[in-house]
């Protein structure tokens, strides 16, 4: 999640999208605090990494929505 979450980060000023800097965040730091809290659990990472990108998915469309209406 670590590694996914910096490779996020230089979208940012690739595209032009202020979404993937709270993306990258969000997906290093609890990539960090599984690693620290949880380290014996493999699949807790893939479950929230999972949720993170479903609700940054849904983040992403409503913002694009908007910016096409315009």
Do not use: D, K, Q
Request: a positive charge; hydrophobic letters at 60%.
């Amino acid at each position: 999640m670590i590694i996914m979450g910096v490779h996020y980060l230089p979208f940012n000023f690739l595209y032009g999208m202020r979404i993937f800097m709270p993306l990258g965040l969000a997906l290093a730091v609890c990539g960090v605090v599984i690693a620290f809290y949880a380290p014996g659990s493999f699949s807790l990472g893939g479950w929230i990494g999972g949720c993170i990108l479903f609700v940054f998915a849904w983040i992403g469309r409503i913002a694009v929505r908007a910016e096409t209406r315009r």
